[in-house]
Each structure stands twice: as structure tokens, then as C-alpha cells.
């Protein structure tokens, strides 16, 4: 497993940006498929976007496709989230996620999960 920790969140409005941070400990990290997930209140855990372990492939939640960016620096262990153009319905509590091998879209398979960062849409 690694140990995951997120950064990032916050108050937007209508139209704003965060970027959030996921850092990653682990000598092995590089092999792990990562993912982005979120809950709203009384809702399920849902998945945002995946990148594989090699950062070769992304892949992402139609309600978030070309608002949202994927990336990884694997040499530092940090994979990022850019989220542009943020909506009300995109307030919720942003988990960082890792697997070892390919990516999934399932919370259940991933094995290490961070804490989660707030995201508040704010009129």
C-alpha cells in the first residue's frame, strides 16, 4: 500500500479553479494506478478521473471531461487534479486513490485511499 495525502481544497464560485495535490509515499508508487474520487453529502462515492501507472493514460467521468485535468509526476510522487469551471454540483469531498496495476472506475478496487479534501461551491 502507499500512504496518500490531499491538498488543494476549498471555497470556489461559479466558474473558478483549484488544484488539487495528492502526495504519495511508497517506494513502489510507480507502479500504482491512480484515481480521483468524490462524495457529496448523502451520496456515494463517485469516481472523477484515473491516470494509469505510468501516466500514459487518463481517463475521466463524463460530468467532468474537459474541465478537469489529470496529471503525474512520478518522481515526486505527487499526482495533481486541475479543476477548471467548477459547478455547484461539484462540491464535495475530493479522495485521493491508488491501486497496484490497472486503472478501474470501481472505489472498491482501490486499496489505499487519502483523507479527502473539501470542495465548497460558494454563491
Known sequence: QVRLVES???????????RLCCAASGRTFGR?????FRQ????????VV????NGG???YADSVKGRFTISRDIGKNW???????LKPEDTA??????????????AWAF?????????????
Do not use: H
Open 8 to 18: 488543494g481544497g476549498g471555497l470556489v464560485q461559479a466558474g473558478g479553479s483549484l
Open 32 to 36: 500504482y494506478a491512480m484515481g480521483w
Open 79 to 85: 499526482i495533481y487534479l486541475q479543476m477548471n469551471s
Open 57 to 59: 493514460n487518463t481517463y
Open 93 to 106: 469531498v475530493y479522495y485521493c486513490a491508488a491501486r497496484m496495476g490497472g486503472w478501474s472506475t470501481e
Open 50 to 53: 484515473g491516470i494509469d501507472w
Open 111 to 123: 486499496d489505499s485511499w487519502g483523507q479527502g479534501t473539501q470542495v465548497t461551491f460558494s454563491s
Open 40 to 47: 457529496a453529502p448523502g451520496k456515494e462515492r463517485d469516481f
